[in-house]
């Protein structure tokens, strides 16, 4: 079968940015497929308010990466787009997040903190380990095994992740994601870039 991927742009208006002056002055401009192309005028619109504005790009709702490479030359990132699903990849670079209302996202550090904590202190360890393109890391398993030789590890690879077939594996104490990140948001995982 043959894929054809056309992607949808769309024009903003600049009526959206709001609570501009709540935002630092450096931001890092950043949306989907469907604003790319808007980005110049939101950067010269932001520059004469007084911001100064990076276009990084486009951003999907796992793959924030673009961003990553300028988390020392912005401030914060702003979100033009609506929801909050791609823009929550940006939380975890370690930067604020505005959305172009000027609310910000916040991520719970706690929630890492617990699931770090936990596997920790855990012996018996699920990998999540997915088959699709883009997102298959069964390297990343391997360093784990390398990394805490003490700990017993059980890779599960899937195409498609059933949260309810986790619980038939209740000897496992503490799951990492490899998969996409955004797992982590539905489910008590820990991903593995979260591991130091």
């Known amino acids: 079968m043959e894929i054809m991927i056309i992607p949808v742009k769309k024009k903003f208006d600049l009526k959206e940015l709001t609570n501009i002056e709540k935002m630092p002055k450096k931001l890092g401009l950043v949306t989907t497929v469907q604003y790319v192309d808007e980005l110049p005028k939101i950067k010269k619109y932001l520059d004469e308010k007084g911001k100064e504005c990076i276009v990084i790009g486009k951003i999907l709702g796992c793959d924030a990466k673009i961003a990553e490479k300028f988390k020392n030359k912005v401030d914060a ?4 787009g ?3 699903f791609h823009p929550i ?3 975890h670079i370690g930067r604020p997040v505005y959305l172009q209302n000027g609310e910000t996202l916040k991520w ?3 929630k890492i903190k617990g699931l770090l904590s936990k596997f ?3 012996n018996d ?3 999540i380990v997915s088959l699709k393109p883009g997102q298959h890391h069964l ?3 391997e360093d784990l095994k390398k990394r805490f030789p003490e700990k017993e590890f059980y890779v599960f690879v899937a195409d498609t992740i059933d ?3 986790m619980q038939n594996f209740n000897f496992v104490e503490s799951w990492i994601n490899t998969a996409c990140p955004r797992i982590a948001d539905d489910v008590k995982v820990l991903n593995y870039e979260d591991i130091p």
């Open 108 to 110: 719970d550090e706690r």
């Open 163 to 165: 949260y309810n077939q």
């Open 89 to 91: 990849a940006l939380i």
């Open 125 to 127: 360890i699920g990998i």
């Open 120 to 122: 920790y202190a855990s």
């Open 77 to 80: 990132f702003l979100y033009i």
């Open 82 to 84: 609506s929801g909050e």
């Open 139 to 141: 390297d990343w398993a």
